[in-house]
């Protein structure tokens, strides 16, 4: 069973247009971490936030903003005026404590083109 | 001064060969990893080192031999490589405690058989 849904395979915006991207997880665990990455056209995975699940404070970093509901197991991401270089793969995932290591679970990444 | 690093970034080669993937991180973290993203960009962890012992191990072919020489260094060996081994392989690496646990990756290996 998948643990980490992103329903959006692909977004197109143009520019300066906000733009809000869904994660939804699966786990049993109380505690779990979840994190945003991201994936430029160069190819590099990026680390954008973390979030430990007893903390649902809304974050805010610059244009970057997530929005963490633990009663509906969502962990969404806006960015708002978006720019060409926010042009990526966006990946939700979720990590989960295993034998006393953590391994990441991945969405299935949403693509976001920012036009100019 | 990059924080992990793997060699090398391009690697083509023929079906039925044996291949190595590097990995070195300087960030003084205890825990390794592999992950393979397939051509649909889908993310799977394959193996977790933690200070050189093998932690996770998903189900991967036996084909795939990870190597831990000290916790700085994770390889991936890779025998008679067939060509639905063609992907990005991704090494990173994490403090592995709860309350430090983000991954932080490399730039990753892109692996083409032919």
């Known amino acids: 069973a998948q643990k980490v849904t992103q329903a959006q395979t692909e977004i197109s915006v143009v520019e300066k247009e906000d733009v809000t991207l869904d994660c939804v997880y699966e786990?049993?665990?109380?505690?779990?971490?979840l994190f945003w990455y991201k994936q430029p056209p160069s190819g590099e995975l990026v680390f954008l936030i973390r979030?430990?699940?007893?903390?649902?404070q809304n974050e805010i970093s610059g244009r970057y903003s997530w929005n963490f509901q633990k009663s509906t197991s969502s962990f969404n991401f806006t960015i708002t005026a978006s720019q060409v270089v926010d042009s990526a793969v966006y990946f939700c995932?979720?990590?989960?404590?295993?034998?006393?290591?953590?391994?990441?679970?991945f969405g299935a990444g949403t693509t976001v083109t920012v036009r100019a | 001064d990059t924080a992990v690093s793997q060699t090398p970034k391009y690697l083509v080669t023929q079906m039925g060969n044996d291949k190595s993937i590097k990995c070195e991180q300087n960030?003084?973290?205890?825990?390794m990893y592999w992950y393979k993203q397939d051509s649909k960009k889908f993310l799977k962890i394959m193996f977790s080192y933690n200070n050189k012992e093998l932690i996770i191990n998903e189900t991967v072919p036996n084909r795939f031999s990870p190597k831990s020489p000290d916790k700085a260094h994770l390889n991936l060996h890779i025998n008679s490589l067939e060509l639905g081994d063609s992907a990005v392989y991704f090494c990173?690496?994490?403090?592995?405690?709860?309350?430090?646990?983000?991954?932080?990756f490399g730039p990753g290996t892109r692996l083409l058989v032919l």
């Open positions: 960030l003084g973290h205890d825990t």
């Open positions: 995932a979720l990590s989960e404590a295993v034998r006393g290591d953590y391994k990441l679970s």
């Open positions: 979030r430990n699940s007893f903390d649902e």
């Open positions: 990173a690496s994490s403090q592995g405690t709860s309350d430090e646990e983000t991954q932080y």
């Open positions: 786990t049993r665990d109380t505690t779990y971490y």
